[in-house]
């Protein structure tokens, strides 16, 4: 297998670039003879690929026209796994179409993110024969009607080992060590600091909690909004890279995801998945890809957020229910998601 990825970088604190890099490692540990290829980026740090787990670096033009690639591609008899940053944009549909072309049909694509497709990229990948891997079942429907040779709905997104709750003692630790007070309410949200995230519904939050946002340190703010949240007691912010990004949900009490549309969120919001892991109660909208987990105890799901709405759902959990969706979550674990990939690969 070869793993190709604009996403395989250092600082894994945005969903596409954190499901790329941990799948390309655990694949690898499963499978030492995988490939990882990494394209893509101008940075000193990206040039040195041992700092982003890839064995090989190629500087690629948009269509992916490189010897290099396709004579790595020919020789690597096993499939393609392609992970685009931008996700199913008509331009990466362009570049699987290329790559299947080379492999003789051996691509397997995964589409973090889910955007409206029009004809020419649903014919492309009609065309390209390549299998997707779907992280929603909104997705795997959308990949199915536009004619994609099989679609796998792949669950993922749990490092349920390293997320696990933590006991009273440590628990009072990281506070200390995160400037936390002990006795204070945490409501956590972590992701980017955008409008379109709805992220403004912090200001929603009861006073008596303490607000804790932590965003991703690799891409852009909105310095308004920002400021707003600011201007807030209760609300905290942190944008430095957290590289033991479980104490912060460790720390907390429960778990606050407000975000609605998909093309603001990956389809299997690794942080609600994280957050559950680690035994946190969570609070989210209606998120597409959180339908698995309607219903289930632990979640409360609002269709809007205002300040009663916000102040029922966070009073109405307790922190046994965080133990209960930790269950719920199990299925997600990043092992077997690589177990199930590896299966498909077999089957090539």
């Known amino acids: 297998m070869v793993i190709l990825s604009d996403c395989l970088e250092k600082k894994t604190d945005e969903g596409c670039l954190k499901t790329a890099a941990s799948l390309a490692k655990r694949l690898k540990e499963s499978r030492p003879s995988i490939l990882a290829v990494s394209y893509g980026g101008n940075s000193a740090e990206a040039e040195n690929s041992a700092v982003h787990g890839a064995d090989i670096r190629l500087?690629?033009?948009?269509?992916?026209?490189?010897?290099?690639?396709?004579?790595?591609?020919?020789?690597?008899?096993g499939q393609i796994l392609y992970i685009p940053f931008a996700s199913n944009t008509l331009a990466s549909v362009v570049r699987v179409f290329v790559l299947s072309a080379v492999s003789k049909g051996r691509v397997l694509v995964l589409f973090a993110l889910r955007h409206p497709m029009g004809r020419t990229a649903r014919f492309l990948l009609r065309r390209s024969g390549a299998k997707v891997l779907a992280l929603s079942e909104q997705s795997r429907h959308l990949y199915e009607q536009s004619g994609a040779k099989q679609v796998i709905r792949l669950r993922l997104g749990a490092d349920t080992k390293r997320f696990k709750p933590a006991d009273p003692e440590e628990k009072a630790r990281l506070r200390e060590k995160y400037g936390i007070a002990k006795d204070a309410r945490v409501v956590l949200h972590v992701g980017h600091l955008k409008t379109g995230r709805n992220v403004r519904s912090l200001l929603d939050v009861p006073k008596g909690y303490q607000v804790i946002l932590v965003v991703s340190s690799v891409t852009a703010q909105e310095e308004s909004l920002r400021d707003r949240l600011e201007a807030e007691k209760n609300i905290r912010i942190i944008d430095?890279?957290?590289?033991?990004?479980?104490?912060?949900?460790q720390a907390a009490d429960i778990y606050f995801f407000p975000v609605s549309e998909p093309e603001h969120c990956i389809d299997s919001p690794l942080s609600v998945l994280e957050a559950a892991s680690c035994g946190l109660p969570v609070v989210a909208a209606a998120y597409e890809g959180l339908t698995d987990f309607l219903g289930q105890p632990g979640f409360a799901f609002l269709t809007s957020f205002d300040g009663e709405k916000i102040s029922r759902a966070l009073e109405g959990l307790?922190?046994?229910d965080g133990l209960k969706n930790r269950r719920a979550v199990m299925d997600y674990d990043w092992d077997k998601a690589v177990l199930r990939i590896l299966q498909e690969e077999d089957r090539q």
């Open 240 to 249: 430095t890279y957290i590289e033991r990004i479980e104490e912060i949900y």
């Open 59 to 77: 500087h690629l033009n948009r269509l992916f026209l490189n010897r290099e690639l396709f004579s790595m591609i020919r020789r690597e008899k």
């Open 318 to 320: 307790t922190a046994s």
